[in-house]
């Protein structure tokens, strides 16, 4: 039984991990916007490669234009916060009722 108990935590914890980085990624992506960077630096590039698929997902999906801002960032950090405290630590809270 510990067994799954350990693979529960470690999932848990990779998920966690990969989400808070993917928001970092989102937040330097926003920053980025404002500063309008050389789109031919290699960063930016794998930036915009990482982040445009699910920002775009969301730009279509808003019913509502707020005049040219955008509040796809804040909409996917938001979702991501989401499923940190409630699938991450159900995970956890999951595995440590195990045992």
């Known amino acids: 039984m510990f067994i799954a ?33 050389d789109p031919r630096n ?3 590039q794998i930036l915009y490669r990482i982040t445009e698929p699910v920002l775009f997902w969301v730009r279509r999906k808003l019913p509502f234009n707020l005049g040219g801002l955008d509040i796809s960032p804040i909409l996917v950090l938001l979702a991501i916060y989401f499923v940190k405290i409630f699938v991450v630590q159900s995970i956890q809270q999951l595995a440590y009722n195990m045992g």
Do not use: C, D, G
Not at 11 to 20: H, P
Not at 21 to 36: D, F, G, P, T
């Open 5 to 37: 108990q350990n693979f529960l935590v470690a999932v848990a914890t990779v998920l966690n991990i990969a989400l808070t980085i993917y928001m970092w990624v989102i937040i330097a992506r926003a920053v980025l916007s404002w500063v309008n960077p």
């Open 42 to 44: 290699m960063i930016v």
